[in-house]
C-alpha cells in the first residue's frame, strides 16, 4: 500500500508559478513509478508528467519547457515545479503510483492522491 498527500496548489495569475509537493508514505516508495495527473471540468484526465523509479521523466508536450518533475526518495517527495502557468493548466492535480510506468503515462494508477486544485487566471 501507498499512501499518497498532495499539497501547494492555488490560485496564480497567467506567467506565475506554483511548486506542487507529493507525500508518500507506505511500503518501497522508491521502487514505484511517480506522476502528476490533471483532470479539468468536462475533461478527462491526463498525463502531466512522470518520473520512473530510476528517475526518468516523461513530460505531457503541453507543459514541457515549462514544468519539471522530481523525486527524494529519502524524503518519499515527488514535487512539480510549474513555471510560466496558463489558464488552460487550471485542473485538479493529482499525484499518483504504479510499479508499471507505462500504465502511468497513459493515466492509470493503483494509487492516487485526493487532489489539489490549480487555478490560474487570466
Known amino acids: 500500500q501507498v499512501q499518497l498527500v498532495e499539497s501547494g496548489g492555488g490560485l496564480v495569475q497567467a506567467g506565475g508559478s506554483l511548486r506542487l509537493s507529493c507525500a508518500a508514505s507506505?511500503?518501497?516508495?522508491?521502487?514505484?513509478?511517480i506522476a502528476w495527473i490533471r483532470q479539468a471540468p468536462g475533461k478527462e484526465r491526463e498525463l502531466v508528467a512522470a518520473?520512473?523509479?530510476?528517475?526518468?521523466?516523461n513530460y505531457a508536450d503541453s507543459v514541457k519547457g515549462r514544468f519539471t518533475i522530481s523525486r527524494d526518495n529519502a524524503k518519499n517527495t515527488v514535487n512539480l515545479q510549474m513555471n510560466g502557468l496558463k489558464p488552460e493548466d487550471t485542473a485538479v492535480y493529482y499525484c499518483?503510483?504504479?510499479?508499471?510506468?507505462?500504465?502511468?503515462?497513459?493515466?492509470?494508477?493503483?494509487?492516487w492522491g485526493q487532489g489539489t486544485q490549480v487555478t490560474v487566471s487570466s
Open positions: 499518483a503510483a504504479s510499479l508499471n510506468i507505462v500504465a502511468l503515462i497513459r493515466a492509470k494508477a493503483d494509487y
Open positions: 507506505g511500503r518501497s516508495f522508491r521502487g514505484y513509478g
Open positions: 518520473i520512473s523509479s530510476g528517475g526518468d521523466t
